[in-house]
């Protein structure tokens, strides 16, 4: 009996369930090893040398793994059939290795399903292999160049640019794509175009619509119609015309059936369709995946297996009848260059489970069906249209007109599926309508006729599935980096998401600009899909990992010691130069955009703050302290207003005025007097620059209040504005207030009865205990999990884990196996606290020389490091921890980026 290995406890119990008593199944729970977040995991100067470390909870799961293997006589890895999974099996192989578990004549042997049926698992142990080197080395080359990427070039933002928090291999390049998009956008000059459409007539009264397409003999170009002027006297021609059908040409056509889903368009179409981002369309195809409902959802090939295709043909004449199955199987091949992930198409497992006949959450359902849909019509009858095209005009040939319609003659695999489209313009031709029936030659009728003014559309912003399109398109990432590319530029606040379209944050447009303006190379989309290749060739055992490594890190090396002796002045004004079209823009009326509107002596230009981040401010401080913050321009009303008087303190004598500053708009007490800063309040959010009046700036500057001494302890009560709004404060007691007017007339009464309310029902305060929603049962490592609510949104807690529910995922119908699933995904995200320090503390012991002369230039290295670099503040070693965990989600693509997704699917489970 042989201990077989998957990666999730959901999948071991339903593999279990197929192989009985045969074997022990167990769960690696992901990854059982990775690169420790510290400089020096990867050593250049080393042959690549990377140094894994199991943490606490993968050494129990190790552990667990060992044990049974002693009373077992074989190994089987049975982890997912992509580069990730092979890399999760050898990661275990050599740990179980290192505690000897494994023997020389332990059996080992290597098996890959695509979906987790009984059929497909007992097909697979049927035909072991051994762990495929070419997939574990290519692994290793992402990794290495992820981590590479992540710990050179991070370090070089924080230094240089404050603010920033990581770069990354594949990241950056798709943050480039969405920055560039918004670039077009602000810099598109709309232009007008008329259009004119008429309502004609049938000799039997039938109504239809004609396009103006020629005007005077000669044919329309789209600006030929440039104001409403030349509108209207088209439309005059048009209606003052004898009109008739010039010629009347009806043909057939077909549209053929989409090949079945791979991951990248699984991922668009869920966008289009359904509204899920990427994220949540990998996370609810996996839980359908381990369900045994579909076959593995990281792939980049569309074939389906011979067995898939027959079943998918039963179905269809059993559902829609024989006229609907094609005379041949179709068969499709991936366009995708080296496609590897995973070889077979995204589809159901049985077809004969249609949608609706599964006891599915919401979610999952309306993803299955989907996927289902796609599969059945990918083997289905094309469809059948007769196109019409009605050319019209008058005998002078004064006018012509053109009118299109189809007539769809049978429906074929439309019947089951029809695809998505993004960004459909307002001037794409339609010929979806149906016309009447119009004899050749007929006199027509003219029943109105309508000009309507246009204006050329920027291009659009990008959605999740857009952007997956287009990295597609370029060769940018793999299929399992898609998610969480998107998902980390999003975490990272480089971007963020509006009405589903992805629009650059101010800071992601600074790394953008840092980075096109000096690692160039690094951010070429040509660069990036040539390195993909590269990795592909190693996959392939075409190309050496290691030397694809020496190649790259001598090139990138050299790049990033060219910029150490920058200074951040000779940064600035290079963004500063980049960046003007967006910090400075026209303001139509020829004034220097960049002169400053406080003193209008100074000159505007981007500056960053000891605390991090960058704001604007003029060439002429201190005497000018005139700021705003990156995203808002000159135009802006609260910029406008910056400086405005409101009037004079009586107690004082110094004036109160408005200032706009980097966190926003805020009202000030005199000038200070260089020494002592001056009193200032920043506007609540329901105060706006334009209604603030003297009054209730006097009110705001009084705040924080005293109320009172509290009678327990002497200590004092005051009501002012905090971190998270107004609140009444006692000590470290915070208890919110409804609205800020509150805390300028709250009373001593009314602050004890709020202070006693928070302190009888902490609910949402930090550390205080909580009344669970729904508790969910037990974790398979022992403690309750709860369902809770909190200042953010329902969560899962387990023992000190709290993490937040996914906006898709109904909290009424969490169940427990996904709460542990969505805890598994935090914790993978959460770097370990306290490693370091214990590490650190352990007496360390005598060094050999050969392991001296190994970690000789490492500390030759450490040694001349700035003493700050030592203990980089809280902020920068999260990040630093982050970038041991790569950017793909196989593990590759960019360091300090991509982690999120891949992390939480591997630690979760496959």
């Not at 090949?259 to 990998?282: C, I, N, Y």
Request: proline share 6%; aromatic share 6%; net charge neutral.
């Amino acid at each position: 009996m042989a201990v077989v290995v998957v990666e999730s406890p959901a999948k071991a119990k339903t593999i279990s369930g197929y192989l009985g008593n045969k074997h022990t199944v167990l769960a690696s729970y992901g990854h059982v090893r990775d690169l420790p977040s510290k400089d020096g995991s990867v050593d250049p100067d080393n042959g690549f040398e990377m140094l894994w470390e199991a943490d606490a909870k993968a050494q129990k799961h190790i552990r667990a793994i060992a044990d049974a293997m002693k009373e077992d006589d074989g190994l089987i890895l049975a982890t997912d059939p992509d580069r990730e999974g092979e890399a999760i099996s050898w990661h275990l192989l050599e740990a179980l290795r290192k505690r000897r578990a494994i023997k020389r004549d332990t059996p080992v042997q290597r098996v890959v399903f695509n979906a987790i049926t009984k059929t497909a698992v007992t097909k697979a142990m049927e035909h072991p292999r051994e762990v495929d080197m070419q997939l574990v080395e290519a692994y290793l080359a992402r990794r290495a160049l992820d981590y590479l990427v992540g710990f050179t070039l991070s370090p070089v933002l924080w230094r240089k640019l404050p603010g920033a928090k990581s770069a990354g291999r594949v990241q950056s390049v798709a943050l480039r794509l969405i920055v560039e998009r918004e670039m077009e956008i602000e810099a598109f000059d709309a232009r007008e175009y008329w259009t004119v459409t008429a309502e004609l007539t049938t000799p039997d009264g039938a109504a239809f619509r004609a396009r103006l397409v020629a005007l005077d003999g000669r044919k329309l170009d789209k600006f030929d119609l440039g104001d409403e002027a030349a509108a209207k006297a088209a439309a005059a021609k048009i209606a003052a015309a004898a009109l008739s059908a010039l010629s009347v040409e009806a043909r057939p056509a077909t549209r053929n059936p989409y090949p079945p889903f791979m991951t990248s368009t699984l991922q668009q179409e869920a966008s289009r369709k359904l509204g899920m981002g990427a994220q949540d369309t990998m996370r609810t195809a996996q839980r359908l995946y381990e369900a045994g409902h579909i076959t593995y959802m990281r792939t980049d090939g569309v074939d389906m297996a011979p067995e898939a295709i027959g079943a998918a043909r039963g179905t269809i004449e059993a559902r829609y009848g024989k006229a609907y199955v094609p005379g041949k199987p179709r068969v499709y091949k991936t366009k995708a260059k080296n496609a590897q992930e995973a070889h077979e198409c995204i589809r159901p497992t049985r077809f004969d489970a249609a949608p609706g006949e599964l006891r599915l959450e919401r979610a999952e359902a309306r993803l299955y069906e989907l996927i289902w849909q796609r599969a059945v019509a990918s083997q289905m009858e094309s469809a059948r249209f007769r196109r019409t095209t009605v050319e019209i005009g008058d005998a002078p040939g004064s006018v012509g007109l053109r009118a299109t319609g189809q007539v769809v003659t049978f429906d074929g695999f439309m019947k089951a599926y029809d695809e998505g489209r993004d960004d459909r313009r307002e001037d794409d031709e339609d010929d979806g309508a149906r016309l009447p029936d119009i004899p050749e030659g007929a006199a027509l009728g003219t029943r109105e006729v309508l000009p309507e003014q246009h204006f050329t559309q920027p291009p659009p912003r990008y959605t999740e599935a857009t952007l997956v399109k287009r990295m597609e398109e370029l060769g940018i990432g793999r299929p399992s980096t898609y998610a969480s590319i998107i998902g980390t530029i999003q975490d990272r606040e480089y971007v963020r998401k509006d009405k589903n379209r992805l629009i650059p944050e101010d800071k992601g447009r600074l790394v953008t600009a840092f980075l096109m303006n000096f690692f160039a190379r690094y951010v070429e989309y040509d660069f990036t899909a040539a390195l993909e290749e590269q990795l592909d060739d190693v996959s392939g055992g075409r190309m050496d990992w290691k030397l694809l490594l020496e190649r790259f890190w001598k090139a990138f090396k050299a790049a990033v010691d060219d910029t150490q002796e920058l200074r951040i002045t000779e940064v600035l004004d290079k963004l500063n130069d980049f960046l003007a079209p967006h910090l400075f823009p026209d303001r139509g009326d020829g004034s220097d955009p960049r002169l400053c509107p406080a003193c209008a002596a100074g000159r505007l230009s981007m500056r960053t703050a000891r605390s991090g981040g960058a704001f604007i401010g003029c060439s002429n401080y201190p005497e000018c302290r005139y700021t705003r913050p990156l995203g808002v321009s000159g135009d802006d009303e609260a910029a406008k207003l910056d400086g405005k008087e409101l009037g004079v303190d009586p107690a004082s004598g110094l004036a109160v005025t408005l200032r706009n500053g980097r966190f926003g708009p805020y009202v000030q007490l005199g000038e200070g007097n260089g020494e002592e800063k001056p009193r200032r309040t920043s506007l609540p959010k329901s105060v706006t620059p334009e209604t603030l009046d003297f009054e209730t700036a006097l009110k705001l500057l009084a705040l924080p209040r005293e109320i009172g001494r509290h009678p327990e302890d002497g200590e004092v009560v005051e009501a002012g504005l905090y971190r998270y709004g107004p609140a009444v404060r006692h000590g470290k007691t915070y208890a919110q207030l409804e609205d800020w007017t509150e805390a300028v007339t709250i009373g001593m009464n009314r602050a004890m009865e709020v202070l006693a309310a928070r302190k009888a029902n902490p609910g949402r305060g930090r550390g205080a205990a909580q009344k669970p929603l729904r508790e969910l049962g037990a974790h398979p490592e022992g403690g309750e999990v709860a369902l809770m609510d909190g200042r953010y949104g329902p969560y899962v807690k387990w023992e000190k884990v709290n993490a937040t529910l996914p906006k898709a995922e109904d909290p009424a119908a969490l169940t427990l196996e996904r709460a542990v699933e969505i805890l598994a995904e935090k914790i993978a995200k959460t770097p370990a606290k306290g490693k370091a320090k214990a590490k650190t503390a352990k007496a360390k012991p005598a060094k050999t020389a050969k392991t001296a002369a190994k970690t000789r230039k490492p500390a030759a290295k450490a040694a001349k490091a700035p003493a700050k670099a030592k203990a980089p503040a809280r902020g920068k070693a999260k990040a630093a921890a982050e970038a041991a965990a790569g950017e793909g989600g196989e593990g590759e693509g960019d360091a300090l980026v991509e982690g999120p997704e891949p992390s939480g699917r591997r630690a979760a489970g496959g």
